[in-house]
């Protein structure tokens, strides 16, 4: 991890922390930074959900890493959040977010290529947060609804599936 993304920002305000959590698991997967993105959990025991035409419920950060880090993380991927809201009460140590997102993903190396695959996702996320001993604001929980996709959906395959 570099000094460029660290994991915690002491500078932002309760609210804005509990969104940078978010924020900072977003860039460690588009960086493909595991110590990022594993720093924006609050442990192994929490939980990842995509709602699609499916519903996929991830339980335990090593689950979610495999199926979220390892195949997106090697991409050439950007997710951009936006409209956040924050719903903190003073003085709690749980809060909760839903922000709006989108996500293009592109194969490795490929990502500038104009006429290369892509595949690009928008929707919601709904997050369950926690503060920790230290004060860090970390997820507990994250649901991301897809509202909307376009492109190659083979690309966020794992390769053994790819192939088969």
């Given at each position: ?35 990022l ?37 090697p ?21 909760t977010?839903t ?51 376009q ?9 053994s599936?790819?192939?088969?």
């Open positions: 991890m570099s000094d460029m993304y660290p994991q915690y920002l002491p500078s932002l305000s309760e609210r804005d922390a509990v969104a940078d959590a978010l924020y900072w698991a977003a860039i460690g997967c588009d960086h493909n930074d595991a110590e993105f594993n720093s924006a959990w609050a442990g192994e025991d929490v939980s990842f959900e995509i709602h699609d035409d499916n519903k996929r419920v991830m339980s335990g950060l090593s689950i979610i890493r495999k199926n979220i880090l390892e195949i997106v993380g991409m050439d991927t950007t997710h951009n959040t936006a409209m956040v809201r924050v719903n903190l009460k003073d003085g709690a140590d749980t809060a977010l922000a709006i997102s989108t996500a293009q993903h592109s194969p490795p190396g490929m990502g500038r290529d104009p006429t290369g695959p892509k595949y690009t996702t928008g929707g919601e996320y709904s997050v369950d947060l926690i503060r920790d001993e230290s004060g860090v604001w970390r997820i507990k929980k994250l649901v991301l609804c897809i509202i909307w996709t492109g190659d959906a083979s690309l966020m395959r794992p390769k599936e790819a192939a088969a």
